[in-house]
């Protein structure tokens, strides 16, 4: 899992924490962080992986266009 990744998750927690009042923040284990931070990097690398796929799909497309194109030349 990239670094970016981590820091953003890192990042969210961390407003997260500051979003909540003092007494909340403080019931909140570092395991509760951690696994807050799991979640938030499982949902960005899902997140990833699908534009990845879906602009490896529009390449191939734009290539079959284009090869289309050629042929009609």
Excluded: P, W, Y
Excluded at 25 to 33: E, H, K, Q, R, T
Aim: proline share 0%; hydrophobic share 40%; net charge negative.
């Amino acid at each position: 899992m990239s670094s970016s990744i981590q820091e953003i998750a890192e990042k969210v927690v961390d407003n997260f924490k500051r979003e909540l009042s003092v007494e909340a923040s403080n019931s909140l284990s570092a395991a509760d962080c951690d696994r807050l931070a799991g979640l938030i990097r499982n949902a960005i690398s899902q997140d990833r992986e699908n534009t990845s796929v879906q602009l490896v799909e529009l390449a191939q497309k734009l290539k079959a266009d284009i090869e289309h194109l050629d042929l009609g030349l």
